[in-house]
């Protein structure tokens, strides 16, 4: 299995303000993943993180809200910017050694207020 | 704690009973499918996967059924212990090199000692 962590494991902000989420992955993971877990919830995808390059993002998420960058492989962030209490969220970071298998971070647990 | 089961569907079951989470999947074209585990605070553990071309597949106290004919999947636990509370997700993939996994709601299992 691969080792994904992740900090901050929670914050609360204030409204407008934005939030960096780092995550550092061991050398296994290929291919590195942002998801949301809003309250109650399921995990949507926010976007897959490429090394050296923008990120790939799904439907109905922008690179101007959640700007991401993965300068090396075994290192990602997540910006949520200009943060609203619909922001409130579980953040976390995948990734997946080679196989359709992902393995997760702890989360960010995220509380605008 | 973190809500994250106060809107799922919920199981409760005695403690040494089997337990049979339930997950109907969108994509009749989905080849991927993966059963997740996520304890209150933590972020989805992997527990089990299983591929289109099989319909059972068997690990420690666990077991993924798949019906493709009703794109039906569950996951069974067998001698259900206090530790296997938490919230379920079932997750389908396309397959192959693409690794974009979506999330089905989840269910909250409550085993009572």
């Known amino acids: 299995s691969a080792v994904i962590s992740q900090k901050p494991s929670r914050d609360i902000c204030q409204r407008g303000t934005s939030l960096t989420i780092q995550c550092q992955v061991d050398?296994?993971?290929?291919?590195m993943f942002w998801y949301r877990q809003q309250p109650g919830q399921s995990l949507t995808l926010i976007a897959t993180?490429?090394?050296?390059?923008?990120?790939?993002?799904e439907s109905g998420f922008v690179i101007d809200k959640f700007p991401i960058s993965r300068p090396n492989l075994t290192f990602s962030t997540l910006t949520v910017s200009n943060m609203s209490p619909e922001d409130s969220s579980i953040y976390l970071c995948?990734?997946?050694?080679?196989?359709?298998?992902?393995?997760f971070g702890s989360g960010t647990q995220l509380s605008v207020l | 704690g973190e809500s994250v089961g106060l809107h799922l569907p919920t199981l409760s079951v005695q403690e040494g009973d089997n337990s049979i989470i339930n997950c109907a999947y969108s994509?009749?074209?989905?080849?991927?499918f993966i059963w997740y585990k996520q304890e209150s605070g933590k972020g989805p553990q992997f527990i089990i996967d299983i591929r289109s071309n099989m319909d059972k597949r068997q690990g420690q106290r666990v077991t993924v059924l798949l019906n493709k004919t009703v794109k039906h999947l569950s996951l069974q636990i067998a001698a259900t212990q206090p530790g296997d509370s938490a919230v379920y997700f079932c997750?389908?993939?396309?397959?192959?090199?693409?690794?974009?996994?979506?999330f089905g709601k989840g269910t909250l299992l409550t085993v009572n000692p």
């Open positions: 993180a490429n090394q050296g390059s923008e990120a790939t993002y």
């Open positions: 050398s296994q993971v290929t291919m």
């Open positions: 994509n009749s074209a989905s080849d991927y």
């Open positions: 997750a389908e993939g396309p397959g192959g090199s693409n690794y974009k996994l979506t």
């Open positions: 995948s990734g997946t050694t080679g196989t359709e298998k992902l393995f």
